[in-house]
């Protein structure tokens, strides 16, 4: 099974509930997530998605990526969500895969993921750095107090 | 003379043509400045304004400076432009210190600025460093090969 590229106009409500349902972002978090898909399915290039289908169609896990404003080919992976029913399958790894996959096709050769560094996404930075993923940089206090936001950085191996 | 918060139609203009003057900017870095401009006449709250505006009314400097979404009280001071026709007299320094006081106006205690590595864009580094930012990481290549990204922060003092 491969993701899908083609947002429909129908899965921001699903992208909603996924995002709700992965537990550790704040309602501004959720609201960013699906302000994304809206300028996605306006036209915005800024954004794009990878979505994986489950048999009725819903949006099962995602990936919004897109190129940094002002850089050579420099990518940032907004988000990858994974239903927490289907965590554990190693849903996330291939939408990853393809995600970097598009990102080549794109002309691009880094990419950088932010997260935070409180205990609740202790499992996103495990995965990134399962992934290939290396802490770039750390900014303590960047959210609020207490919680330091890192940046992850991997460069693609070239096709 | 204190800054002017309320951007007009035709500072647009103004605003290309001091990005384009100040000469250390890529192309598609002006268009950027310009589109912030727009967003904030569109109504988007996530850019804000304050224009030092000679006796025409023209813009012969300005900074845009907004929250960053999802944190707590921190900014993001996106651009700070003084024409090259009046550097050298303090411009840059009001222009700062009246967008740190609409900061802290708005509940800001934490600044973060962008730039470059790159010996052209030594001026603006040592401005920043004048002014109590100080380096919170630097991002190797970040731009394309060769162009680091330097993340300056500056913590205000309360008033």
């Known amino acids: 099974m491969s993701c899908d590229p083609v947002l429909r106009i129908d899965d921001t409500g699903h992208i909603r509930v996924l995002v709700e349902e992965a537990g550790v972002f704040r309602p501004e978090e959720v609201d960013v997530a699906c302000e994304l898909a809206s300028d996605a399915l ?5 954004y794009r998605f990878l979505l994986w289908r489950g048999e009725s169609g819903a949006v099962d896990a995602y990936s919004c990526y897109g190129e940094i404003p002002i850089t050579d080919g420099r ?3 907004y988000w990858i969500v994974v239903s927490p029913r289907l965590q554990g399958q190693g849903i996330g790894a291939q939408l990853l895969r393809e995600t970097e996959s598009a990102i080549r096709t794109l002309g691009g050769g880094h ?3 932010e ?3 409180l205990p609740n ?3 996103a930075r495990r995965f990134y750095e399962a992934s290939g993923f290396t802490e770039a940089a750390r900014l303590s206090d960047f ?3 207490g ?3 890192i940046i992850y950085r991997k460069l693609l191996a070239q096709a």
Chains 1, 2 share one sequence.
């Open 42 to 46: 306006s036209g915005d290039p800024s």
């Open 75 to 77: 990518f940032d992976l």
């Open 111 to 113: 990419v950088y993921a």
């Open 115 to 117: 997260t935070s560094g």
């Open 121 to 123: 996404y202790t499992p």
């Open 143 to 145: 959210y609020r107090e």
């Open 147 to 149: 919680d330091d936001k």
